[in-house]
T-cell receptor, first 111, second 116 residues
Framework: TQLLEQSPQFLSIQEGENLTVYCNSS?????LQWYRQEPGEGPVLLVT?????EVKKLKRLTFQFGDARKDSSLHITAAQPGDTGLYLC???????????FGIGTKLQVIP | GAVVSQHPSWVICKSGTSVKIECRSL??????MFWYRQFPKQSLMLMAT?????????EQGVEKDKFLINHASLTLSTLTVTSAHPEDSSFYIC????????????FGAGSRLTVL
């Protein structure tokens, strides 16, 4: 069973601060995805990283895939209240087959 | 963009009854759909992989006779929770993979089941 550990599980910060969320595994994944989930809704894909060492930017969000494709990080610059939500990393091997989710990081950005 | 619709969004039922949840891919065909369960403050746990035209593949620990999955067409999968009990109360989410493109899953908005 491939496990993904996320840290921290809870994070409460002031608007304007920076933060980093980590996703780690002992297993290698062919790709890793980051999702954001609002309460009572399904996860929404933010980004997919597939190449070891890959860095992708989505406005104030920076995603990095580890060189060994076992870990990833999400960095948010100057967090806004609209960034509040549950951030999930998910790893997959091959196609869109079974995806393993991390436990998630619940982020609260206080105005 | 790809859209996956779930229905109903929320349902309340009495213990012992059965509830059906639908998952539809609205603008693409999905030979494979996935059903997840999410308990409060927890992550998504894969329950089963729904394969169009064949039997679903269940994850370890998931009772196939209790959680009936039918994937009769390329755009519809259904999950039926049979003889529901309060412990089955949860947020059920489906996802569908597009046939083209690598590793792209689109998730439904989820269905909140409360069993009284």
């Amino acid at each position: 069973t491939q496990l993904l550990e996320q840290s921290p599980q809870f994070l409460s910060i002031q608007e304007g601060e920076n933060l980093t969320v980590y996703c780690n595994s002992s297993s290698v994944f062919s790709s890793l995805q980051w999702y954001r989930q609002e309460p009572g809704e399904g996860p929404v894909l933010l980004v997919t990283v597939v190449t070891g060492g890959e860095v992708k930017k989505l406005k104030r969000l920076t995603f990095q895939f580890g060189d060994a494709r076992k870990d990833s990080s999400l960095h948010i610059t100057a967090a806004q209240p609209g960034d509040t939500g549950l951030y999930l990393c998910a790893g997959a091997n091959g196609g869109y087959q079974k995806v393993t989710f991390g436990i998630g990081t619940k982020l609260q950005v206080i105005p | 963009g790809a859209v996956v619709s779930q229905h109903p969004s929320w349902v309340i039922c009495k213990s012992g009854t059965s509830v059906k949840i639908e998952c539809r891919s609205l603008d693409f065909q999905a030979t494979t759909m996935f059903w997840y369960r999410q308990f409060p403050k927890q992550s998504l746990m894969l329950m089963a992989t729904s394969n169009e035209g064949s039997k679903a593949t269940y994850e370890q620990g998931v009772e196939k006779d209790k959680f009936l999955i039918n994937h009769a067409s390329l755009t519809l999968s259904t999950l039926t929770v049979t003889s529901a009990h309060p412990e089955d109360s949860s947020f059920y989410i489906c996802s569908a993979g597009r046939q083209t493109g690598a590793n792209v899953l689109t998730f439904g908005a989820g269905s909140r089941l409360t069993v009284l």
